[in-house]
C-alpha cells in the first residue's frame, strides 16, 4: 500500500480529525492476474477473528433459533407472528444502534480517536424533523425502516413457507447455505451501488434520498435514516430469494446485514480501538467520503463498481484532485 506523502497528510489534517492509511483498498478478487493469497486473507479478514459480519451472523443464527416464528405460522399472513417479528427487530436496531451510538457518543468512551468528522450532530437545526439530527435519524429508522424490514421479512418467510420461493433443503444442503451466506458481501454491494446510482441521478435524489444526506457527518442511528421510498428500494435486495434458494435463517441475516450493517458502517468511527489496537473495523472511510462529497463511492469495496464506473475516491490528494476537476466539468 503507498503511504502518503507530507503535503497528503497536511491536507487531510485539515479536512478530516481522523484519516486512515490511503488509497482505500478494494477487494482483490478482479485483479489480474489473479492474487490468490490476497484474495483468501481478504475473504478471512472481512470475517475472522471477529467482525461486524460475524456479529450479524451471530445475531441472525440467535434469531432463527429462539425468535423466529415456524414456517407452519408463517403460511399465513398473521398480525400475531408479524408484530413478534417487529418487536424483535426493535430491539435489534436499538441495541446495535443505540448501543454504538451510547459507547460512541454519549459514554464517549474513544473521545474523538479514530473519528473521521469530529464536528458536533446538529442539534438546532430546520434541517432535521424535530430540529435534532439525532432524533431525525431515529425516527427514520425505527419508525420506517424497522417497519419495512419486517414487512420484507414477512413477506419472504410466507412466500417460502407457501412455495411461492425456493427452499435449501436442509440439513442437506447446508453447504450451499454456508457458500450464500460468504457470498451475499458481493450481492450487497452490487445491490447497493445500482439502487444508489438510481436515486443520485433522477429526480428520486431531491424526493426521497436527500432525507439521507442531511447527514454529512454521520452516526450509527444515521445508516437507516431514509425516505420510506428508499427503504422499499434499499431493501428490496432481500426478493432475490424469489429466484436464490434460501432457508429463514438465510432470509434472517440477509435483511439483518442490510440493516444492522447499516448501522455499523455509519459509527462515524474507524472502529472500537482497545489499548490503541482497532479490534473491531465499523465505519468505513470509503462511505464516509460519500457523504462528504455525494457523487463519489456510491458502492461498497466487496465490488469495484465504483472504479468501473469512474466514481471512485481512494481518499489521496490525488484521488480527490481528479474527483474536484471531474465535478468542475459537470456543473
Given at each position: 500500500?503507498?503511504k502518503k506523502t507530507a503535503s497528503e497528510s497536511d491536507t487531510a489534517r485539515k479536512t478530516w480529525n481522523f484519516t486512515p ?131 420484507y421479512e414477512a413477506l419472504m418467510l410466507w412466500a417460502l413457507a407457501n412455495g411461492y420461493a425456493p427452499a435449501l433443503s ?162
Amino acid at each position: 500500500m503507498t503511504k502518503k506523502t507530507a503535503s497528503e497528510s497536511d491536507t487531510a489534517r485539515k479536512t478530516w480529525n481522523f484519516t486512515p492509511p490511503v488509497p482505500v483498498a478494494v477487494s482483490p478478487y478482479f485483479r489480474w492476474p489473479p492474487d490468490i493469497r490476497s484474495i483468501v486473507r481478504w475473504m478471512i479478514s472481512g470475517w475472522f477473528p471477529v467482525s461486524e459480519r460475524s456479529i450479524i451472523l451471530l445475531f441472525a443464527i440467535a434469531a432463527s433459533v429462539i425468535f423466529e416464528p415456524q414456517l407452519s405460522q408463517t403460511q399465513t399472513l398473521a398480525p400475531g407472528w408479524i408484530a413478534h417479528l417487529l418487536i424483535r427487530n426493535l430491539l435489534l436496531m436499538g441495541l446495535v444502534a443505540g448501543g454504538l451510538h451510547w459507547y460512541f457518543y454519549i459514554a464517549r468512551k474513544q473521545g474523538d480517536e479514530r473519528r473521521y468528522d469530529a464536528r458536533p450532530f446538529a442539534s438546532n437545526s430546520r434541517q432535521f424533523t424535530f430540529k435534532s439530527q439525532v432524533h431525525d435519524n431515529m425516527f427514520w429508522t425505527l419508525v420506517s425502516g424497522v417497519s419495512i424490514w419486517t414487512a420484507y421479512e414477512a413477506l419472504m418467510l410466507w412466500a417460502l413457507a407457501n412455495g411461492y420461493a425456493p427452499a435449501l433443503s436442509m440439513p442437506e444442503q447446508w453447504l450451499w447455505l454456508v457458500l450464500l451466506i460468504f457470498l451475499l458481501p458481493m450481492w450487497e454491494t452490487t445491490h447497493f451501488f445500482l439502487i444508489h446510482r438510481l436515486i443520485h441521478t433522477s429526480k428520486l435524489y431531491q424526493r426521497v434520498h436527500a432525507l439521507h444526506h442531511r447527514n454529512t457527518n454521520v452516526g450509527p442511528w444515521s445508516g437507516l435514516s431514509m425516505h420510506p421510498v428508499e427503504h422499499l428500494i434499499y431493501l428490496s435486495t432481500v426478493l432475490i430469494h424469489f429466484v436464490i434458494p434460501s432457508t429463514p435463517l438465510l432470509i434472517a441475516f440477509h435483511l439483518m446485514y442490510f440493516t444492522l450493517s447499516a448501522a455499523t458502517t455509519h459509527t462515524g468511527y474507524q472502529g472500537i480501538v482497545i489499548g490503541g489496537k482497532l479490534v473491531l473495523p465499523l465505519g468505513t472511510f470509503h462511505h464516509q467520503l460519500h457523504h462528504r462529497y455525494f457523487t463519489c463511492n456510491y458502492g461498497g469495496l466487496e465490488m469495484p463498481w465504483d472504479q468501473w464506473t469512474g466514481s471512485f475516491h481512494d481518499g489521496t490528494a490525488e484521488s480527490h484532485q481528479a474527483f474536484m476537476n471531474k465535478r468542475k466539468q459537470n456543473v
